[in-house]
């Protein structure tokens, strides 16, 4: 309570503080009243009524102000209500300034360890966030070379011979162009859901969504540019709701379902996996193809080319699709791994649940 509180301007800071003092005195003495009305004198059991109160009132207010006056206003009220001597008001009074002073200082001392921590996890968010948009920034000059490259290579060779090519050969090379021009239209359409993240701390507009949902309008997605591709999707019957962008969250689901459709060498169907967990939610891609080279499984989300040992065309798009799938999962503050499997590869991400939910 008390962190929130500091993080509100300072005039409705004191202005909650005040109310929230009022509150408790107003609750210490009505249910004090009570007692006394319904049981005996006993100077005891109400001023533990009072410091209960008091307790309250250290930990939800600023400044110690308010709980020297409400430490002054309880020792006042037992001395009319209880009957208490001159030297008791004076031994209570300090006593629940004790009380209230030592609950203030803790709180604070709590807060300022608090607010330190959370200085420290922006500035690491802060260091990721830049780690991330040097990778991204990479994975996009990377890939962006090799279709343009062909594009204008093949562009070139139509223009340059086309009296000399047959009807087949330039059907291959339009169709070149047009894989390549296809390729780049999906890449346009991963920058343009990253731009739907706020630069500054990698901020979102969440809402609840159904997971089903989600998965299917991906699976729609994925089969128009993809037909013929076999999906097997396994989601659990009972409905999973979660904050999340949907549009980003497909985009991730898209990603990784055209990783494997494209990059994993085999024909086999590829599994979409969604499971429930207590805290969070996974989603797996799974393939059963020639998995991924060992020298690229600590560099998948950081937009490093592959290796001269693979083919680079079999691999266009990889970098800048799991940089965004990174991005993004980040974003949810959820997590993404990439990993080989038995007869293939995997990538699982996940996205947590809502608090309280």
Known sequence: MFKRIQTLPKHKQHFYSLAFSVFCMTAAAGFSFLYLRLFDKNPVNVTLIFI???ILVACGTVKYLYDI??????VLW???????????????????????????????????????????????LNADMEKIRANLLRAISHDLRTPLASIMGN??????????LDEKEIRKIIS?????SNWLINMAENLLAVTRIKNDDLAIVSRDEIVEEVVGEALQKVEKRHPGCIIRARIPEDFIILPMDAVLIEQVIINLLENALSHSGSGDAVDLIVEDGTKEVSFTVRDYGQGIPEEMLDKLFDGTPCTAAHNADSQKGMGIGL????TITAAHRGSIIGRNCDHGAEFVFTLPKKQGG
């Open 52 to 54: 209960f109160f008091l």
């Open 69 to 74: 006056l409400c430490s002054l206003f309880s």
């Open 78 to 124: 037992l001395c009319y209500a209880c009957d208490l001597s001159l030297n008791g008001y004076s031994l209570t009074f300090l006593g629940m300034s004790a009380v209230t002073l030592l609950m203030s200082a803790l709180t604070s001392h709590i807060a300022a360890q608090s607010t330190l921590i959370t200085k420290h996890e922006k500035h690491l």
């Open 155 to 164: 562009s070139l060779i139509l223009l340059d011979n086309y009296q000399t």
């Open 176 to 180: 070149y162009v047009h894989e390549d």
């Open 323 to 326: 940089v965004i799938c990174k």
